[in-house]
């Protein structure tokens, strides 16, 4: 199991993403990615490296510096977690699929050259490009032999993702840390660099199941229809993205108006103060505030429509606290405290819809500015084409001014001809099962014009 593309299309999707970050992001100045292959040798091999210059204008191109990760790459037995080795990032982003950002090399742990030679490398971070083992896996009923870990673990067993890929960023010294908001761009494009190796693995099917077709028409009509059919049912993946895109634009957005009011981040406070109360009255054992500190945390980095959120509050965080308090009554002026948190994290959902806030943001005349807070807060469970059209016409008008506006724009033009796409082979599979059983595998598949997702 592992990305099954072109050469070329890879290093060309590599390169687009470094480019975005680059360009994206004032502080970094070099980026890295590795595709990491197939199991069980899981081979991470450098596939290319972009340098942008002080101007920030041009990026050079090219795997100029020696490094065991250069092709034809490193065995993971090579570079895994090992007593008596140094320890390496690269394991860490592959092993736990979880990011590592340098943010003092001279006590970064996982720094090799600081562990041998005893030389710093410069503050970096490193991402793992993760994909889902099912949508991955289409097509293909058989399970990946994984490699296994020093203490004879086997990786990834209880884990739905894979590890397709590591992006590593380096920045200027001092300027990046933990959980900052660079390595949140980080990690989102790195799931557009997942999304968009996927769709092209998925075309790839495509192309080898038409191939197919052309050798043995009987046997090539059984593999389309099993290979597309597994395709198509990923349809709602494209559309988790959708929202997942659609949810980093209302992000953007509320950020942009709460620099130009002036106003807190109101969601972060309410938090802070729900956080601090259920510290105040629980021990660190209580299994629900645990869980409750949990969730509320995971919240900040939630963007729903605000209907959809606003229940999610209600189930999530409202629920478990009326649990808590009937197990730990609190005073009156504690419990108002609690439901005025509440209140505001619900509230802060409607934030990008605040009439008051909205009149401080200037750029966009009243009608526009109307049009673009219904398209990103719509709560719908089905998202048209010609929803999708409206939403990419706007984002190319450069008075909307969002940070990773252009992005936005290009990732969701790649999911809607997907959609596109999955909509069609749909269409045609139906035909092509039809004739099967007919007994009639003569038939010409007629163009169709494009369906509504």
């Not at 469970?381 to 252009?406: A, C, K, M, T």
């Not at 269409?427 to 092509?432: A, H, K, V």
Request: net charge neutral; charged share 30%.
């Amino acid at each position: 199991m592992a990305i099954k593309i072109d050469n070329g299309l890879l290093e060309q999707a590599c390169k687009e993403i470094i480019e975005t970050i680059l360009f994206c992001l004032p502080n970094a100045y070099k980026g890295t990615v590795y595709r990491i292959g197939k199991p069980p040798k899981m081979i991470a091999k450098r596939i290319t490296s972009g340098i942008i210059d002080e101007e920030r204008k041009i990026i050079s191109w090219g795997l100029p510096e020696r490094s065991e990760y250069n092709p034809p790459g490193k065995n993971f037995i090579d570079y895994r977690d090992q007593p008596g080795r140094p320890s390496e990032a690269m394991a860490w982003c592959v092993e736990k699929q979880k990011s590592w950002t340098a943010e003092d090399p001279k006590n970064d742990s996982r720094s090799v050259r600081l562990q041998v030679e005893g030389s710093l490398e410069d503050f970096h971070h490193m991402e793992p490009v993760l994909v889902r083992k099912d949508d991955l896996n289409i097509g293909n009923g058989s399970s990946p032999e994984y490699p296994r870990n020093s203490k004879g673990e086997i990786i990834w067993k209880d884990c739905d993702y894979v590890v397709v890929g590591v992006i590593k960023i380096h920045f200027l010294p001092n300027t990046i840390k933990k959980g900052s908001p660079e390595t949140r761009v980080i990690k989102r494009l790195s799931r557009s660099l997942g999304t968009e190796l996927l769709s092209y693995q998925l075309r790839q099917h495509s192309l080898d199941a038409m191939s197919q077709l052309a050798q043995d028409q009987l046997q090539s009509y059984n593999i389309l229809a099993d290979s597309l059919r597994n395709a198509i049912t990923k349809s709602g993946l494209i559309f988790s993205l959708i929202k997942l895109e659609l949810g980093f634009l209302r992000e953007q957005w509320e950020q942009v108006l709460l620099r130009q009011s002036g106003q807190k981040e109101m969601k972060r406070e309410a938090v802070l103060a729900l956080n601090s109360v259920l510290k105040n009255m629980t021990q660190q054992t209580d299994e629900l505030a645990v869980s409750l500190v949990g969730i509320q945390n995971k919240f900040l980095y939630l963007s729903f429509p605000p209907e959809q959120g606003k229940n999610w509050v209600g189930m999530q965080i409202e629920d478990k606290w009326d649990e808590l308090l009937h197990r730990k009554p609190v005073d009156e002026e504690q419990t108002k405290e609690i439901r005025r948190g509440i209140d505001q994290l619900k509230r802060s959902l409607y934030l990008g819809r605040d009439p008051e806030i909205l009149a401080t943001y200037s750029d966009l005349s009243e009608s526009l500015k109307k049009e673009w807070v219904d398209l990103i807060y719509s709560d719908t469970d089905q998202v048209e084409f010609h929803f999708l059209d409206r939403l990419i016409r706007f984002l190319g008008d450069s008075s909307l001014n969002l940070p990773y506006q252009e992005k936005s724009r290009k990732g969701l033009i790649r999911l809607k001809a997907l959609a596109e796409t999955m909509g069609q082979l749909e269409q045609s599979t139906n035909m092509i099962l039809t004739q099967v059983l007919n007994g009639n595998g003569n038939g010409i598949i007629p163009n169709r014009d494009k369906p509504a997702m």
